[in-house]
């Protein structure tokens, strides 16, 4: 078992309750850690025997780019798909970050961390 982390990818996208931040949007940190059997790669030093990640790169761009009102949402869309397309994955952990969110007040960012896991459903 391996794990495969994409780490700090930065969207612009336009989640968000608010009528504003559907229309004006903000920047989104994605972080995303994936286990899956990566034994055949390690003996291999072959790209083929591991998972494409440029393919889960798109599959997080894609559903950055569908609106949602809450960050639950998104994330439960992203962990879905990856795991629909990549069926060697066993697990798959994802936070994603909005910057700057509309609280009232100043803060740097307000996150979501959810997992799926194949064997605890």
């Known amino acids: 078992m391996g794990k ?38 390690e003996k291999s030093d072959h790209l083929a025997d591991t998972l494409n990640y440029v393919g889960i790169y798109q599959l997080v761009k894609t559903e950055m780019e569908s609106k949602s009102h809450l960050l639950e949402h998104v994330a439960n869309r992203i962990v879905h798909a990856i795991m629909l397309h990549f069926p060697v994955i066993s697990r798959t952990d994802i936070t994603i970050f909005k910057i700057n969110p509309p609280v009232g007040g100043k803060m ?10 194949k064997n605890n459903n």
Not at 5 to 34: N, P
Not at 108 to 117: Q, R, S
């Open 4 to 41: 495969i982390i994409l780490d700090g990818m930065e969207f612009f996208a336009y989640h968000g309750c608010f009528k504003e931040e559907q229309l004006i949007g903000t920047k989104f940190i994605v972080d995303l850690e994936i286990e899956a059997d990566t034994s055949a790669a």
């Open 108 to 117: 740097a960012k307000i996150g979501f961390h959810t997992f799926l896991d």
